[in-house]
């Protein structure tokens, strides 16, 4: 037996894999499985049975139902383990709505009707309000519960986060309404468990108002001091990249677990990255032995606040009023240090900067998903610059993406004129001592690049178009998988650039 005689056990679940592991503290060691189980998870977006190395879908799209004689289902919106939320309309009252039904003989039932008395005891400008609830029979005679809540239009944080950067201002909005929101539900004994991007709903009236507003949502895991308790004690809780240090080591859990969560996803917010990537193992050892890494270019109040919110130690961590406040304070000062008017939060995420006028053979470039590709591309090497350019007889165009940490500088140094189309991959671990990039601007400017990689974009017909980059302040390596991976990310850039071509031309005809 380990140092006090407790082990804690965690499953860890991807498509087709299932690992299970034991901690005392410090030691992550794989157990042996002694008794055949049965594990539900998520594949391709819906839930899944694992038996042996089969896996079977389980329940079916509900679209087109009608539950209570009232709310006729139409698209899904969101998949989790134990339900999924429809898109409905509520025919009684001629609304729109948002329809959870809990799958059909596979959720704890236990954990539904927790869920449904938080939701019951709750009423708050920052939670996504409870209209009605029910049990509906499915055409198999199998009973399945759903839940009625209010539908809000608008995009999750998660969503929101992929489009691009957000104001200062934006986040401690986002962040000062969920302050108010855990004020509230801790004033009311309730901890949420599982405050994440995906779990924070915002809010878009159409109007491009200026203020954030952010609704909570998700009680599936919480925890009420007048519900039992639907995990023992010790079992770890919530998602991965999000769990505070207690949750992660099995301790018991407060309103500063919320708190911590909620540090992490406002951290996010600001570097667009999650804080302690990695599969549950490797995530909740990396919380255990450090502190988060709160970018030096922050502003002083937000690195200190962050800092607090983020403490390992839950006493240190500011909760309920202190919090608020906190947030509020965070706020005026943003407003302070910005007096020009704000983008809306909802605006386009993301601009074309072309160098030259576009030719026809470059207006087929799909923005958002090259957007997405650069920012795939950086995440890969960890670093904050991507740049895709493509080249056309004698014109160039880029897509760039920036990590907040060098956007301000990086928007205003030309890139073009250091990046040249290859036939090969191109690794520059070091550009201070690299002969072929010592003397290059994007080196001895203001950027400092040290790393870069570049890939060529072929075309079908084997024709160089032009080249993916990735650029790093800090020296790096990039090995053959590495070099792959980015070929992969080319491949599907031109992918998209060809088949709009062939649809632009069929559309032209």
């Known amino acids: 037996m380990p140092v006090g005689g407790k082990i804690i056990l965690v499953v860890e679940v991807s498509v087709g894999e299932l690992r299970v592991y034991s901690i005392c503290r410090t030691a992550w060691q794989p157990v042996q499985l002694v008794k055949p189980i049965r594990i539900y998870f998520r594949c391709t977006g819906r839930l899944h049975r694992v038996f042996g190395e089969h896996c079977v879908p389980d329940h079916q799209d509900a679209s087109g139902r009608l539950l209570g004689g009232r709310y006729a289902l139409e698209d899904p919106i969101g998949y989790g383990g134990m339900s999924t939320v429809y898109r409905a309309r509520d025919n009684a009252l001629g609304r729109q709505v948002a329809v959870k039904l809990y799958h059909p003989g596979t959720a704890d039932v ?3 009707e927790s869920e449904l008395l938080v939701l019951a005891s709750l009423d708050h400008h920052s939670l996504v309000h409870l209209f009605d609830a029910g049990v509906d029979v499915d055409p198999a005679g199998r ?3 759903y839940i009625v809540m209010a539908l809000v239009k608008g995009p999750t944080l998660q969503d929101r986060l992929a489009q691009g950067r957000m104001s200062a201002r934006h986040i401690g909005e986002i962040g000062y309404d969920m302050a108010e929101a855990l004020d509230y539900i801790h004033g009311h004994n309730v901890i949420h468990r599982d405050i994440k991007p995906s779990n924070i709903l915002l809010m878009d009236y159409a109007n491009e108002a200026q203020r954030a507003r952010a609704k909570l949502t998700d009680f599936g895991i919480a925890l009420a001091d007048d519900i039992e308790r639907m995990t023992a004690d010790g079992l770890t809780t919530g998602t991965a990249a999000y769990l505070s240090p207690e949750q992660a080591s099995g301790e018991p859990v407060g ?30 050892i990396a919380r255990l032995s450090r502190d988060p890494v709160i970018p030096a270019w922050l502003p002083e109040h937000w690195s200190e606040l962050l800092a607090s919110m983020t403490a390992r130690d839950p006493a240190e961590r500011p909760i309920k009023g202190e919090l608020v406040g906190a947030l509020r304070q965070v706020v005026i000062a ?20 072309p160098v030259l006028p576009k030719p026809d053979i470059l207006e087929a470039i799909p923005d958002q998903a090259l957007q ?3 920012a795939l591309a950086a995440r890969l090497f960890s670093a904050p610059i991507a740049v895709v350019s493509v080249v056309d007889r004698d014109r160039l165009w880029l897509k760039s993406y920036y990590g907040a940490e060098v956007e301000e500088i990086a928007r205003h140094v030309d890139v073009s004129s250091s990046i040249v189309p290859q036939d090969v991959p191109i690794v520059v671990e070091d550009g201070r001592t690299d002969p072929r990039a010592k003397d290059s601007p994007l080196v001895t400017g203001p950027l400092g690049i040290r790393f870069y990689v570049g890939v060529p974009l072929r075309s079908s017909d084997e024709r160089t178009i032009g080249t993916l980059s990735v650029l790093g302040i800090v020296p790096g390596t990039a090995n053959d998988g590495d070099i792959a991976n980015l070929q992969d990310i080319a491949a599907l850039i031109v992918a998209q650039l060809e088949l709009r071509q062939e649809g632009m031309r069929n559309t032209a005809a």
Do not use: M
């Not at 407003?335 to 900067?353: C, D, M, T, V």
């Open 334 to 353: 943003d407003i302070a240090r910005h007096k020009e008017p704000l983008e809306p939060l909802f605006s386009n995420g993301g601009e074309a900067r």
């Open 143 to 145: 009973s399945a519960r």
């Open 255 to 284: 309103s500063a677990s919320d708190v911590y969560a909620l540090g992490l996803v406002l951290l996010q917010c600001f570097t667009r990255t999650v804080e302690f990537p990695g599969r549950l193992v490797e995530s909740a």
């Open 372 to 374: 997405r590709a650069t």
């Open 110 to 112: 236990g954990r539904q």
